[in-house]
């Protein structure tokens, strides 16, 4: 694969679902990556349209038309539940996958694929032929708390409180009265509020993987703006730590997408940039030492097609940061 | 004070700062109550300036002009620090008074005032000379836990996690660049991280006062909508409750203001009404039993300006429900 | 008809077509009214659900259901095309009907019914059985346009330039992608240019109808906003007026519904209430004498619902402004 | 100058003024300029604080202190009236300059400066030393009007009637009340009504330029968006035109910021690209021939900061298109 960076010329990739928000910005991310060519993109029911992509045409085609063989990567934007299957066919074609359905998540397969939440995953994806791209909520969420996770500090059997609030982008790009601007504009919600977001299953793998026993209770909120996703965080400790904020400064040293700040991370920080950016704050006046964790990310860039652009370099041999805006 | 009612006449009534965005909203609900009259209302900056009320013109006049013996009660809006001082004027008038400043509310200040969360100091408002009319995120607060104190089912020692949102009337009507139109769309921040916020105080009284040794973690957030509280707060329980919504439909049976749904409350909902709306719901796939419980206010109206009125009904032997929209 | 209003009885009234946002409003505004009652409310594709107004349910029913003759008036919100036929049943009922849809407006049918622009067919709508309600943009425009036509001040043969802003209510409450808050938010563009909007037929008859040479160029915008219209109008002159804001005043003198304003209207000013607020100002620095003329409305009350039910209390001999939030 | 690219030297450049949303959005796209190294930024309220460019801080000066003379061009984006004294300084200093404060533009100065309309300038700005970039209203509508102006088929002695509306980004970063979300959001209004806005002169003088002896009449409005202008503009002709497209294909083929397009513009496509995006269409059902031309920009790209580096890429004898998003 690398011969194709080392003669200069492009690797060819595909899109399969490219008319939702993240195949959009998929589409729109590979337009401007130095590296990669789009090979096809598809749309059932935008096929035959045009999309342009940094001063370039492009037709969308119907899926089962997607030549497969030609892309030497192809991403899955396809709806949960109909993913799985094309990820096979890609395989098969001789491609390699990065699925950005839930279908091959853990807590939703059997099967050992690599979850390529990148901070984390960064060796396993870069030898993968199929990475799973998390969730835009759980690569927020997830990559928060790792650092917390891994120094076993968390109080045994706590209950992490996590409240994050998403723009409408993330409810997806399907008409639907609930997400019409005259409903929405002036609103606030929650949603699958007592445990019921189809996210906690790769959540809870995850936090199980690291050795951890704590819990999870996530509440999910519509807000009014079209992309972002703030995740609010409470953690209960084993015990006091005297600066937290050093335990993520070292764990994320030298990341290229990861942000740790002292000042609080909001949407507008992070709106078109391929990062997570965070923080953590004592909590003052309880008697539990807690921490309040903050963090912030596009959810069409670091929480979707950034992040999955982001393992498709590495798994392309290419530099990990090539063609990502931050 | 009950003979202005039984003839007909209106009750003449007062505001001290009514530039302010609760102040406004006050004068506006005065103007169209059946049984008030707004006797004079004051704004410094922009004394002189005419408001219209329902079809009638009122001119704004300074702070120290006000006539303070012309009315039966007067609402301070005035800022918080500034207020108290001017209770007292109100009361050696012979006034009453409803401070909306937190001057007056508990963990601010020694006296002994009545705290006006109308569902649970009735009586006390009723017969009270001055009244601390709570803070907008303390009364959709305390308002959807008090059912949960009040029965002692929450776990000993607990941390009871809030993650609140406001919106922008509720950061006040000054000129500040964070709070400009460019600055506030599309974006989305916490703030007042790690329980800094000024409403504890008063939120941790109360708790105290129901008996409760639990502890508030309070995490505030600003919206990108114009007015509306939603807070979302996760209880850990001492034991499973079966039927967690009947224990608030059974504290708030007949209450004119408090609405107990089995759907999620949002900011659309309770716009421009004096009411709080809330549900509980119970978080599964967690061993420790956990109640989720949502409410929403209209921070200028049931967290502020509609309170201050309902309160003023009690204290002026009106009806408690006069010229409320609900 | 009387005889209600006499008795203090409330006087029934049905609502076809209650799901759109004016038939939703409708009913809301129906609610509130103190001297009317709503018998019934259809929806078909929400039938058997229940709506909430001012304390009391009803449920929906579908269409062909309707008692209509157990009404006094019907309003009819059927979407254009389906309407007109429904009139025709309710008038054969024997009760008196209000059409919001365009089927019965000058310029969409031969039948001479009378167009319920209020504020210039008062003595028309009095009498009538059937009043066909104007559209929203119509409403703005030729309630600001009015006193200039009838003073014969506007140059021969001219063109009106009439730039107009709608929110998204406008549009209605049909799932479309294109009106999704993710699309929407952040946006603006003009829609139906060229002078190709389905208002333009009553528009240019009423122009005529007042004796006008006078031509519409009318281009309508989609704004990121719940509700409300604002138009703009050039209007060329044929000579100097010197005070062009005392013929408005004069023409709406009175009025309870119309504010004639020296400040610049916005939809701020307008929203929730059954008013048209407008002003004019002499442009300088041109050779051609011309006037900018501004109005705002909300598109709901004012250029809908509101104004349908002031027909409608006229047509009932009511009080025209009972029950309306101005 | 050239030098610097020939042995890929970054060139330096400065900011005066850059803690406004155009200095900002200037240091941000000088920051991802290849060629252009930003030697230093000047913001007095701010001076001492650190931006982040690109990866790489730089620490903002006073104004009083920048280091003119290490610059080969610098940009001001100072007030209007304290700028065009810089720009003397900034020549006396042996530096190229891009004023983009109205200061120096036609119709402010009696200075014979060139006006940076770049697609009709192009020349005179690549010999120029010092530039005055035009308003983000004059670059929407004189380039949408250029095409119709240069053929001469405006009607005699018209009057072209612009109805334009912009975010807020355009009226600065300065603290107003007017200007905080709570008074923005679901608000719409015009200003400046009846010919009153400082771009005028500009405009005027630029129609005149071209040979016209067409008017302006020209009316902003307040958009509830952070980014954007678009103008919706009614032009009379002097004759039917069968193909009015053609004439803007053909008068911008090639350029590369120019976009003629069937649909009509919306914000949404010009949003941080420094493009002008616009449309032509005829007038149906009026008897003068007229056109309704529109077009869209992003206030603080093309109308700003984009075009002034477009600018100085010309002056600097760059690429004109390095370094700008498209």
Same mark, same amino acid.
């Given at each position: 694969m690398q011969l194709y960076a080392l003669f200069m010329h492009k690797i060819p990739v595909g899109v399969l679902g490219a008319s939702g928000y993240a195949g959009r910005e998929l589409c729109s991310l590979i337009g401007r990556h130095p590296g990669l060519d789009l090979a096809f993109a598809t749309a059932n029911e935008r096929s035959g349209e045009q999309i342009r992509l940094n001063g370039r045409s492009i037709q969308l085609i119907r899926t089962e038309s997607a030549p497969l063989d030609s892309a030497a990567l192809v991403f899955s934007s396809l709806p949960h539940g109909h993913s799985a299957a094309w990820v096979k066919k890609i395989l098969d074609a001789g491609a390699k996958a990065v699925d950005l359905s839930s279908d091959l998540r853990p807590g939703h397969t059997e099967q050992q694929i690599v979850y390529g939440l990148t901070e984390c995953r960064r060796a396993e994806v870069a030898e993968a032929d199929v990475v799973a791209n998390p969730g835009c909520y759980p690569t927020a969420i997830l990559l928060a708390l790792l650092p917390l996770l891994e120094c076993g500090?968390?109080?045994? *059997?706590?209950t992490i409180s996590v409240s994050a609030a998403s723009g409408t982008t993330g409810a997806g790009s399907t008409a639907r009265t609930d997400l019409l601007f005259s409903e929405v504009t002036g609103d606030f919600r929650a949603y699958g509020v007592g445990n019921n977001h189809r996210h906690l299953p790769e959540m809870r793998e995850f936090v199980r993987g690291t050795g951890s026993d704590a819990e999870l209770l996530f509440t999910p909120h519509l807000l009014p703006v079209a992309r972002g996703i703030l995740a609010t965080i409470t953690v209960p400790l084993r015990r006091n730590i005297a600066d937290p904020l050093a335990l993520w400064k070292e764990r994320y040293s *030298?990341?290229?997408?990861i942000e740790v700040t002292e000042s609080l991370p909001a949407l507008r920080d992070v709106a078109h940039r391929n990062v997570v950016r965070m923080t953590a704050i004592k909590a003052s006046g309880i008697s539990t030492p807690t921490l309040v964790v903050l963090s912030a990310i596009d959810n069409l860039v670091k929480g979707a097609a950034g992040q999955a652009l982001q393992n498709a370099n590495l798994m392309l041999g290419l530099d990990e940061a090539e063609g990502l805006p931050h």
């Open positions: 500090d968390v109080a045994s *059997g706590a *030298g990341e290229p997408f």
